[in-house]
């Protein structure tokens, strides 16, 4: 998605509001999330974020990201909130704001290498749960309509052809700092071939998208009563609209 969404009037939401945005890497649930959330007048709640602090913590401790058991007991000494910001929420680890540590592509990864395991999913189930319990949210990730919020109002699945997420999450990266590709990388002129940094971004796509369509526990797939927005050839205005159209029909019904 690109451009900026224009402004358009809020309404007033129910109170007790949950909607659920799910999908895979780089379709642009986060960006969604922050509009809906501002639109409506909701909170917005990341989950990602929530699972790159626990991954972040990890590999910190120097434990591997298939030690499961290891894992399972670091969940025991771990706190995470989420507290809203401007743009997007302050992620506290321990009391430690981390925020601007868990856009890097290795946090990225090992946050859906740890998430592949039930004991860790359970955990951050319930911490999600408990941050939305009393509603008036929009909550992103890839279980909240079928397992987080199974119940909840209103369900859009956010999807995208894997090389426009590719090429979304490259121009993410490149303007949050991230270190994903070098001068000598980049494509000369007029050439259109896709640089070894944008390349490795697919792969890696290719591979999350695997673990999440295939893990044991909560895979990613649309919620039965979930309503599918394909953002591949929409601009964010675009997306943003539908999105919004849709959260208003649901919440219109009866």
Excluded: C
Excluded at 93 to 113: H, Q
Excluded at 137 to 150: A, H, L, Q
Excluded at 170 to 187: C, I, K, P
Aim: glycine content about 8%; aromatic content about 4%.
């Amino acid at each position: 998605m690109s451009g900026a969404a224009s402004p358009i009037r809020s309404t007033e939401s129910p109170r007790n509001t949950i909607v659920a945005i799910d999908g895979p890497a780089g379709a642009g649930k986060s960006t969604l999330a922050r509009h809906l959330a501002r639109h409506f007048g909701l909170l917005n709640l990341e989950t990602g974020a929530m699972y790159r602090a626990f991954a972040l913590k990890a590999l910190r401790a120097g434990i591997p990201l298939d030690d499961s058991r290891t894992l399972e007991r670091l969940t025991a000494e771990t706190t995470i909130r989420l507290e809203p910001g401007d743009e997007e929420n302050r992620v506290l680890l321990d009391g430690e704001d981390v925020t601007g540590f868990l856009r890097n592509p290795s946090i990225t990864d090992a946050a859906s290498r740890v998430s592949v395991f039930p004991a860790i999913r359970s955990w951050m189930v319930g911490l999600q749960q408990k941050l939305g319990a009393r509603g008036g949210i929009v909550m992103e990730g890839r279980d909240i309509g079928t397992v987080v919020f199974p119940h909840a109002r209103v369900k859009i699945f956010l999807d995208a052809a894997p090389e426009v997420r590719g090429q979304r999450r490259f121009e993410q990266l490149g303007q949050s700092g991230s270190d994903v590709t070098t001068t000598a990388e980049m494509a000369s002129p007029g050439d259109n071939s896709p640089s070894p940094a944008r390349e490795e971004i697919l792969r890696e796509l290719y591979a999350r998208d695997e673990r999440d369509r295939n893990r044991a526990d909560s895979p990613l797939r649309p919620a039965p009563d979930a309503v599918l927005l394909d953002s591949t050839a929409m601009s964010l205005e675009e997306a943003v609209r539908a999105a919004i159209a849709i959260v208003a029909a649901k919440l219109a019904a009866p």
